[in-house]
């Protein structure tokens, strides 16, 4: 059997070149230098063009316990925009594994951009109807999946599980600037209690504070699943480190997850022609139109360092029916 990882063909996960601690830039506005806020943005959408972000935080730490487990196939799950799918295709044909896609809902051909680009990194993709992925974490189902498609490394969707928070503790990790708020758009919360659990482990001395904007309906969901992450990873709310706080902003969520409107797309393209890099409408946006409406209403003090996560994504606009600006 070839052990991944030992021939010269398969490139080391943790040692990867291309893969370099993402730049921190600090954005410069009239708007900003007025609220006195100092604005920096962690380029994650740069790591990598196909697998940056923050799946590939949440993918780096579940693809080196793959490797150790012998196991060369990587099955997962998600919708067929879903940027979780795209990275993991992409990341698993750069590191030489196998991909299963499991898809919600019906095939639709011909296949989007997004499926398209799985297919072209050799991802096998199979269709389940909604029904059926409701059932995508039951241990039952997917004992029948390894049965189907053979032994396989199972990520959940999102790709959100505790070695992800692992990967996403990383970005804290790599900022060696201080900063007072660090943000990031929220999905599964994983990479939010990632971001958490790396402030409360350096023991820094200064109050800080992490915000996830949520960008679907349900924050108190959200909430109780970032809570239940830091818990399994040892971090329960009544630890040491009270000097770090986090809570999930559910005002920008726009209507829910994937809904866009005129509002939002003006600001993609305003942002693009101010600050020179896009958005993504799913997450990033709302996150930074809801940071900018917080920044409005002098909701942090002046002098405030503020951190914003740029978590990628940019592959899903092409899902909307966006212009070329953004
Ligand atoms: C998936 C995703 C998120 C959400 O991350 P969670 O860890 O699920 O909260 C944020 N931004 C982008 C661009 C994403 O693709």
């Not at 730049?23 to 940056?52: M, T």
């Not at 590191?95 to 296949?111: A, D």
């Not at 009270?242 to 994937?258: C, L, P, S, V």
């Not at 939002?264 to 409408?281: E, I, N, P, V």
Request: net charge positive; hydrophobic share 35%.
């Amino acid at each position: 059997m070839n052990t991944a990882g030992t021939t010269n063909n398969t490139p080391s996960i943790e040692a990867s070149a291309e893969l370099t601690v993402s730049p921190l830039q600090r954005l410069r506005s009239p708007f900003l230098d007025e609220a006195s806020i100092k604005l920096y943005v962690k380029r994650d959408d740069l790591i990598h063009p196909h697998f940056g972000g923050n799946k590939w935080r949440k993918l780096k730490y579940n693809l080196i316990q793959a490797r150790k487990q012998q196991l060369d196939t990587l099955l997962t799950f998600g919708g067929a925009w879903s940027n979780h799918i795209y990275a993991t295709a992409a990341a698993g044909h750069h590191f030489g594994f196998r991909s299963i896609g499991i898809i919600r809902g019906e095939k639709h051909t011909p296949l989007n951009a997004t499926l398209t680009f799985a297919e072209q990194c050799g991802m096998q993709l199979h269709y389940i109807d909604r029904k059926q992925y409701r059932g995508k974490n039951d241990p039952g189902y997917l004992e029948s999946l390894k049965q189907r498609f053979g032994e396989s490394y199972i990520l959940p969707e999102g790709g959100s599980n505790q070695l992800a928070l692992e990967g996403c503790k990383e970005i804290v990790d790599e900022i060696i600037k201080p900063f007072d708020i660090i943000c990031c758009a929220s999905g599964t919360g994983a990479t939010l209690a990632g971001l958490v659990a790396a402030m409360r482990e350096q023991q820094h001395e200064n109050h800080q504070t992490a915000i996830g904007f949520s960008a679907l309906k349900g924050g108190a969901f959200l909430g109780r699943d970032v809570k239940q992450f830091l818990q399994q990873a040892g971090h329960d709310e009544t630890g040491r480190q009270k000097n770090i706080h986090w809570h999930i902003e559910d005002r920008f969520h726009f209507g829910g997850y994937a809904k866009i409107n005129d509002d939002l797309t003006r600001f993609m393209s305003d942002f693009k022609s101010q600050y020179g890099f896009s958005l993504d409408a799913v997450y990033t946006a709302k996150m930074f139109y809801g940071l900018f409406q917080l920044i409005k209403h002098h909701t942090f003090r002046p002098g405030s360092r503020i951190i914003a996560v740029h978590s990628g994504g940019l592959q899903g606009n092409k899902g909307f029916n966006l212009s070329g600006e953004v």
